[in-house]
């Protein structure tokens, strides 16, 4: 089955910077785009940013210029680069995978933005 995995959240200093990684299994990866999500406590999940297979990349207004996102088809994994990290980001950030009409959802990764 899908299994997406989150890791690599945890606490930065505003104005730090997290590394957040994603693995993917059970998908054929290079045909889905990749996203990474956000969930703020008492607000709705948002986008952040997304990768297409071909290595295309967007991102929310507020990601552009600080986050970056990646991805490795070979190892299945997408990553988001975060940096200048505000103390209104924390949240809990969700890989997602889209193929066709197919969404695939991790379990999420902690960020806390504190000092």
């Known amino acids: 089955q899908v299994q997406l995995v989150e890791s690599g959240g945890g606490l930065a200093q505003p104005g730090g910077s997290l590394r957040l990684s994603c693995a993917a299994s059970g998908i054929i990866f290079s045909q889905n785009t990749m996203g990474w999500y956000r969930q703020a406590p008492g607000k709705q999940r948002e986008v952040v940013a997304a990768?297409?297979?071909?290595?295309?990349?967007n991102y929310a207004d507020s990601a552009k210029g600080r986050f970056t996102i990646s991805r490795d088809n070979a190892k299945s994994m997408v990553y988001l680069q975060m940096s200048s990290l505000k103390p209104e980001e924390p949240a809990v950030y969700y890989c997602?995978?889209?193929?066709?009409?197919?969404?695939?959802w991790g379990g999420g990764t902690k960020v806390t933005v504190s000092s």
């Open positions: 990768a297409t297979g071909s290595g295309s990349t």
């Open positions: 997602n995978a889209v193929s066709g009409r197919r969404t695939d």
